[in-house]
Structure formats: structure tokens, C-alpha cells
């Protein structure tokens, strides 16, 4: 899989964790100096609280386009530092 967004690849991995449909990718898979924290939070009675960040790339911003639950709740332990992505990111095999 390839998260894909303003003319580069964000995220490539073939072993991605897919929960409600969005592709969770490894934390090594993930080029972060394209991520940038961002103050936004969200919580998910299952999962746990969500953190996010802004995508900066080539000089865009697509703002709270990637989360990641640092500490998940047990239910969705195996995504853990996993990194999925919205707002346009288009993900594909």
C-alpha cells in the first residue's frame, strides 16, 4: 500500500493494519518530516484517543490529514504508532 499526496509518496508498506476500512501503516513505513504535530485530538470509544498531524509537502499543508494512536486502547493494540490518512491522501495497493 501507498499514501499518496501532492506529488509524493507519504507512506509505502505491504503490511498495513486495516481497522473500519483505513489503512493503519507501520511507524517505519511513514517518511515523517512530512508530518508535522498538529493540536488536534479525537477519541474513539474502542480505540482510544487519536493524535494528529498536518501534512507539509512541497510547500502545502493539509491540515490534521494523518492520525495515530500512540497509546490505543486494548481492543486496537496492534495499531499502536500505526499512522493512517484522510483528506485527500489517496491511499493505494
Wanted: hydrophobic fraction near 40%; charge should be negative; charged fraction near 25%.
Amino acid at each position: 500500500m501507498k499514501a499518496f499526496w501532492n506529488g509524493h509518496t507519504i507512506a509505502e508498506s505491504d503490511a498495513t493494519r486495516v481497522v473500519e476500512g483505513n489503512h493503519y501503516f507501520p511507524p517505519a513505513a511513514v517518511r515523517r518530516e512530512f508530518l508535522k504535530p498538529s493540536a488536534t485530538k479525537t477519541t474513539c470509544p474502542w480505540k482510544g484517543e487519536a493524535s494528529y498531524f498536518n501534512l507539509e509537502v512541497a510547500g502545502e499543508t493539509n491540515p490534521d490529514a494523518a492520525w495515530i494512536y500512540p497509546t490505543p486502547k486494548d481492543a486496537a493494540a496492534q495499531i499502536a504508532d500505526h499512522v493512517a490518512f484522510w483528506k485527500g491522501v489517496e491511499v493505494t495497493e
